[in-house]
């Protein structure tokens, strides 16, 4: 059941998009905001869909780096290694975060989806240096103390649970 209405939810974003090859892109990007990355069993649905080959559509989602075909967390957290905000230690933050959220070396997501911690080259804000991404929310001038304070806030609201031993 829950099968069938992930494919109808895609039916319709495939139709609001006039089945066109042409908005592939534009439907590979509704269809992320929808489950939060792009499914693999979804990709070769749109493909038969359009009428094009599962490699072409592969092929797109693999390319832009805007799109994930790994499963991520509700909260995607992405914190700035560019330059200027790497020389304001900001792979420090990466690592109090990383292990507030018991995340082991090579692990970004949480194994209750609530979490996702990448690291990104530039954000924009170098201005705002140390810098992160709460979600499409920037935090700038960052202390480890207040980087953490923002995750503990997400914590509590998310379990109704003190964050010291989220994961543990
Ligand atoms: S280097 Fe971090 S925002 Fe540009």
Redesign the pocket.
């Known amino acids: 059941m829950e099968t069938l209405r992930k494919f109808e939810r895609v039916c319709e974003i495939v139709d609001q998009n006039g089945r066109n090859e042409a908005r592939l892109i534009p439907i590979l990007q509704a269809i992320q905001v929808e489950y939060r990355y792009l499914p693999e069993e979804i990709l070769t649905f749109v493909a038969t869909s359009l009428g094009i080959s599962p490699a072409r559509v592969f092929g797109v989602a693999t390319f832009y780096s805007l799109f994930t075909l790994k499963p991520k967390g509700k909260h995607v957290i992405r914190i ?7 020389v304001k230690q ?1 792979m420090d933050l990466y690592d109090i975060i990383c292990t507030r959220l018991n995340l082991v070396a090579g692990q970004d997501t949480d194994p209750d989806m609530l979490f996702t911690v990448e690291t ?12 992160m991404v709460i979600n499409e929310e920037v935090y ?1 001038q960052l202390t480890p103390e207040r980087a953490l304070a923002l995750i503990d806030d997400i914590i509590r609201k998310e379990t109704g649970n003190e964050p010291d031993h989220y994961g543990a």
Do not use: D, R, Y
């Open positions: 700035c290694n560019g330059t200027a905000c790497h900001s990104v080259n530039c954000l924009g804000a170098c201005g705002l240096a140390p810098a700038g």
